[in-house]
């Protein structure tokens, strides 16, 4: 039960302040969220806990719980990009991690083709197949798993524990693509034969047929949904200031 509601209260606070309503520079009480919510202190607490590692907000005695700015929110934080991309920003949350994609996943792809565990090399070609299978029979929900975990694979057989740390977000923009009805009833038939190709070119040891497939497939994605962020501002932090 306090794992519930701790939850409920971390999806209750985290997507109103992500969606704006409520607004940047508020303080929240945690008396007034135990009586609002009707749970303990020490619910409230957990629930604060995982929204300041998010970088949603900061508790400070005396003052409260104080909301912050979108710039000191974690990026990769997979709270965060879920309540983003629910948001009416979502076209934002969208084009920053197709961009980027765009720019790790074909290196990813080019360094698994040259140091990739045989292990991997096989698991990829294993996947593929089956994204192959389910993309054509037309089963999203599986097709969307194996796709996952193919491009999870990749940035782990490119033996760079940051590129393969990137899993997480990058499943995370898959699924909302999914979620949010931007994904065709049937993946294209173009867009199954990169990610055979991909997988063939780091069996092969080919390493500019593994970047060149996975860049055909980031392009197209970025196409394919590059409309909708058409009139988001970009989000500029100041990178000197400490978070």
Same mark, same amino acid.
């Given at each position: 039960?306090?794992?519930?509601?701790?939850?409920?209260?971390?999806? /209750?606070?985290?997507?109103?302040?992500?969606?704006?309503?409520?607004?940047?520079?508020?303080?929240?009480?945690?008396?007034?969220?135990?009586?609002?919510?009707?749970?303990?202190?020490?619910?409230?607490?957990?629930?604060?806990?995982?929204?300041?590692?998010?970088?949603?907000?900061?508790?400070?005695?005396?003052?409260?719980?104080?909301?912050?700015?979108?710039? /000191?929110?974690?990026?990769?934080? !997979?709270?965060?990009?879920?309540?983003?991309?629910?948001?009416?920003?979502?076209?934002?949350?969208?084009?920053? $991690?197709?961009?980027?994609?765009?720019?790790?996943?074909?290196?990813?792809?080019?360094?698994?083709?040259?140091?990739?565990?045989?292990? $991997?090399?096989?698991? $990829?070609?294993?996947?593929?197949?089956?994204?192959? /299978?389910?993309?054509?029979?037309?089963?999203?929900?599986?097709?969307?798993?194996? !796709?996952?975990?193919?491009?999870?694979?990749?940035?782990?057989?490119?033996?760079?524990?940051?590129?393969?740390?990137?899993?997480?977000?990058?499943?995370?923009? $898959? &699924?909302?693509?999914?979620?949010?009805?931007?994904?065709?009833?049937?993946?294209?038939?173009?867009?199954?034969?990169?990610?055979?190709?991909?997988?063939?070119?780091?069996?092969?040891?080919?390493?500019?047929?593994? &970047?060149?497939?996975?860049?055909?497939?980031?392009? &197209?994605?970025?196409?394919?949904?590059?409309?909708?962020?058409?009139?988001?501002?970009?989000?500029?932090? !100041?990178?000197?200031?400490?978070?």
């Amino acid at each position: 039960m306090a794992t519930s509601l701790h939850a409920h209260v971390v999806e /209750h606070l985290g997507s109103r302040i992500v969606s704006g309503q409520i607004p940047r520079g508020s303080i929240i009480l945690a008396a007034d969220l135990e009586q609002k919510l009707q749970v303990s202190r020490s619910v409230i607490r957990e629930a604060v806990r995982v929204l300041a590692q998010c970088g949603l907000v900061n508790s400070t005695k005396r003052v409260g719980i104080r909301v912050l700015s979108a710039e /000191h929110w974690n990026p990769y934080d !997979d709270h965060v990009i879920r309540w983003r991309l629910a948001s009416d920003h979502r076209g934002a949350q969208l084009r920053s $991690l197709t961009e980027l994609r765009i720019a790790v996943e074909p290196m990813a792809a080019e360094l698994a083709a040259e140091v990739a565990p045989e292990a $991997l090399r096989k698991e $990829l070609m294993l996947l593929s197949a089956q994204m192959n /299978h389910y993309g054509r029979m037309g089963d999203l929900r599986r097709f969307l798993e194996l !796709d996952i975990r193919f491009h999870a694979a990749v940035l782990a057989a490119s033996g760079n524990e940051m590129f393969a740390n990137l899993a997480t977000p990058i499943g995370a923009i $898959l &699924r909302g693509r999914t979620d949010l009805g931007l994904m065709p009833e049937r993946p294209h038939e173009e867009a199954l034969l990169w990610h055979q190709s991909v997988a063939d070119a780091i069996s092969n040891a080919d390493p500019a047929a593994a &970047r060149r497939n996975m860049e055909s497939i980031m392009r &197209r994605t970025h196409n394919e949904i590059s409309g909708l962020w058409e009139d988001e501002q970009r989000l500029f932090v !100041d990178a000197s200031k400490p978070k």
